[in-house]
């Protein structure tokens, strides 16, 4: 299958960094998503990586290793507001294309 | 209104009956999505329609049926649903389908089926 694996849960300070990873398995590899999903919301679009790199947006930064299969995202100067789950999901290319997602990390936030 | 609308936002359906989510979006895509989003378990794509055809139907059961009437409305009609297909289903839709783009989703209905 196609398991896209990231941390359960994760804590950490008002104002650090932090960093989730995602890890996938790379056969039909297109391109990788972050989403961004608080409690009893809807995800919202982070970012969205195909090349080798790190790509910086604002406090949130995402990267990626396409040999290794391997992705992180980067959260500085972190706010209590950043608690939430953040999904990583790759899309698949082929025929049709699939999209599949992580189970997502939580993030807790603590002051 | 702007953005990716769903509705109802609540729904609680006994096995038997028949319901029908509606979703809105008014971002001008071409492409639109269904998902359900269980607890404890990734955001599973469900269907996908792009220019109003459907082209993607991730072997979702029969019960669960998709509508695409034009690019700005989607529909899930439910039929004698399980207990198991109570989730939180979530519309999205991004401009093209092509490689999924940058998706918007909607607010999503939690569906408890009795």
């Known amino acids: 299958g196609q398991n896209i694996d990231q941390p359960t849960e994760m804590t950490a300070t008002e104002g650090a960094i932090v960093q989730i990873n995602c890890t996938y398995q790379?056969?039909?590899?297109?391109?990788l998503f972050w989403y961004q999903q608080h409690a009893g919301e809807a995800p919202t679009f982070l970012s969205y990586?195909?090349?080798?790199g790190l790509e910086e947006k604002g406090r949130f930064s995402s990267f990626l290793s396409r040999s290794k299969g391997y992705s992180y995202l980067l959260l500085k100067e972190l706010q209590m507001k950043d608690s939430a789950s953040y999904l990583c999901?790759?899309?698949?290319?082929?025929?049709?294309?699939?999209?599949?997602f992580g189970k997502g990390t939580k993030l807790s936030v603590k002051p | 209104e702007t953005g990716v609308t769903q509705t109802p936002r609540h729904l609680v359906m006994g096995m038997t009956n028949k319901k029908s989510l509606k979703c809105e979006q008014h971002?001008?895509?071409?492409?639109m999505y269904w998902y359900k989003q269980s607890a404890k378990k990734p955001l599973e794509l469900m269907f996908v329609?792009?220019?109003?055809?459907?082209?993607e139907n991730n072997s979702v059961p029969s019960r669960f049926s998709p509508e695409c009437p034009n690019s700005s409305h989607l529909f899930l009609h439910l039929h004698t649903l399980q207990p198991e297909d109570s989730a939180l289903y979530l519309c999205?839709?991004?401009?093209?389908?092509?490689?999924?783009?940058?998706?918007?989703f909607g607010p999503g209905t939690r569906l408890t089926v009795t």
């Open positions: 990586n195909v090349l080798d």
């Open positions: 999901a790759v899309f698949y290319g082929g025929s049709q294309g699939n999209l599949i």
């Open positions: 790379t056969s039909g590899f297109n391109g």
């Open positions: 971002l001008g895509h071409n492409a």
């Open positions: 329609y792009s220019l109003e055809e459907r082209v």
């Open positions: 999205a839709s991004s401009q093209e389908k092509r490689e999924f783009n940058e998706q918007y």
